[in-house]
């Protein structure tokens, strides 16, 4: 087991943790809903204690995780447990980035993917299929529009944001 395998592990009956990377300025508040020694799945938490959507990373991004400090005393007491419940998706463990890509097929959710530590959303749109190591997705613009498809090693996905603010609100645009 990698040694951020072993952190999120222990940090897993800690309820919500913030979570550092690589390479980006501040931090991700949430719950851990799955991780293996590649990838984790994290419920978002927005400063209000609101749903803020799903993210998978790769687990070796992670820096450090944090909990029981100040910042999740103010949390705890701005968090709707219940309504979060409502949002959350049950993942297994098991190829995390594979079941997002896979309910953005099946449900017509649009899905955000960085690729290759860009830091960016390189694309975002329904994924139309996956096959042979490689995802198509139907590209959506920010008005909900059609715009073309993109294709992708599936090695090449780094990130995959989804149910989050932009995501939802391209989603109801369509």
Known sequence: MSNMAK???KAEDKGYIGIYRLGRDGFMYGRVLAFNEEDAAVMLVSP????DGIVA???????KIEYGG???QKMSRLIDEKALEKSALHLESENIFGQLLEMSA???KVVSLELCDSGYDDITGVVESIDGGCVCVGLVDE????DG?????LDDITQISCLGEKESLITKLM
Not at 143 to 146: E, V
């Open 106 to 108: 099946k449900s017509g």
């Open 57 to 63: 990373v790769k687990t070796d991004s992670i820096t």
């Open 48 to 51: 209000d204690g609101g749903f």
């Open 143 to 146: 008005y909900g529009a059609p």
């Open 149 to 153: 498809y993109a294709a992708a090693a």
């Open 70 to 72: 100040m910042y999740e």
């Open 7 to 9: 952190v999120l592990k």
